[in-house]
């Protein structure tokens, strides 16, 4: 079973393709699930990390701008609720942490200042900032198109986030570790063993592909091998661990207000499920063909209104999701289509709704 779920995670970074047949056959449909006091839609906060509180100026299915990271095209957008590009940077380009083995941004997320992005580049190995006003990358940590392990180095960076006092966190998925970065790019923290891949956190973890913060200072970790979600408090002892139900490939598990977590499956037919502490299912997402089947969803996150947004990468677009019906009512691409006109996505892989403190130049 561990080196199945190796290859697994092993898979999804070479193009991230992966056989998934078997794995689909063996998940049962979960139907008659209904909203509960539990359920994404009950929730009326934002529940994504050092987020400012948002503006809603929105009433539709879509509350706020929406930064993108259209990991296909090599670039960075920030739409309007009504479809509009208002931000937009290609990623490539000489300076830049970047070369031809990069597949583009993988994430992007908003710091908590509201003047830069940061993202990080999997198969380039690469965390970068880049300043929202100007468009340069001010930071970078790791040595574009060379893995490693050694202070300096990562291999297969996943989900980079800055948190409030400067220091960058990073799951470092082939080393098997979450890093603490300081400004000064030292490493001044790290959970989990170099090169050690093993389920007992917060010692070992197996292919760890999120590090999400949370308030209070903590962290929930999301472990692909054996589809685990861990979550530790701000000294980085170990609050639970949880086997998410149902779910092959979790990816970049969320804390929900109500204390529950989101996670999307990584898989086609694509899966978004609400789970307890204890694993118990509140609510899933999963359509078998269709126009609301997801094709690798890696990422889900609930809005302030109560939807659920997610990048549905393969079908090369981000969807909301109404928990209550159960449908999407608001996508940005077309499905199944690539393209860098307006209104088109290549494999998106990284989402975040605009936070309040966030102000765009007046030319973007």
Not at 5 to 34: D, E, F, H, I, M
Not at 125 to 139: F, P
Not at 333 to 358: E, R, S
Request: hydrophobic share 35%; aromatic share 6%; net charge positive.
């Amino acid at each position: 079973m561990l080196l199945r779920n190796s290859l697994l995670w092993k898979n999804r970074l070479q193009k991230r393709v992966w056989p998934v047949a078997a794995a689909v056959a063996s998940l049962s449909l979960v139907t008659g699930c209904g909203l509960s006091a539990s359920s994404p839609a009950a929730a009326s906060t934002h529940s994504q990390p050092h987020a400012h509180p948002v503006h809603v100026r929105n009433k539709g299915p879509l509350p706020a701008d929406l930064l993108i990271a259209d990991r296909g095209n090599d670039r960075l957008l920030i739409v309007t609720p009504q479809k509009k590009i208002v931000w937009s940077m290609h990623i490539g380009g000489p300076g830049g942490p970047h070369n031809a083995n990069s597949l583009g941004p993988d994430d992007a997320f908003f710091t908590p200042d509201g003047k830069h992005i940061i993202i990080n580049e999997e198969s380039n190995n690469v965390v970068a900032l880049i300043d929202i006003a100007t468009k340069k990358i001010v930071w970078t940590y790791g040595h574009p198109g060379v893995a490693g392990s050694a202070p300096g180095y990562l291999n297969t960076p996943d989900d980079a986030y800055q948190l409030p006092n400067g220091t960058v966190t990073v799951a470092d998925i082939v080393n098997q570790r979450i890093l603490f970065i300081s400004p000064q790019k030292k490493i001044i923290k790290q959970y989990g063993q170099t090169g050690v891949q093993a389920h007992n956190p917060p010692i070992t973890f197996t292919a760890p592909n999120g590090d999400t913060p949370t308030p209070g200072g903590g962290m929930i970790i999301t472990e692909i091998n054996g589809s685990y979600a861990d979550r530790l408090n701000s000294k980085g002892k170990l609050m639970y661990t949880v086997h998410l139900p149902g779910i092959t490939y979790p990816s970049d598990t969320q804390l929900l207000p109500n204390g529950n977590l989101l996670v999307a499956d990584y898989n086609t037919p694509g899966t978004i499920e609400e789970v307890t502490p204890k694993g118990k299912l509140v609510w899933r997402y999963r359509k078998l063909s269709g126009p609301g089947e997801l094709s690798n969803p890696s990422l889900a996150a609930m809005l302030p209104n109560g939807n659920i947004v997610a990048n549905d990468d393969y079908n090369d677009r981000v969807v909301v999701i109404n928990p209550h019906t159960n449908k999407i009512v608001w996508q940005y691409g077309h499905k199944g289509v690539k393209g860098t006109a307006p209104g088109y996505l290549n494999t998106p892989d990284g989402l975040q709704l605009m936070p309040a403190n966030v102000h765009l130049p007046a030319t973007s």
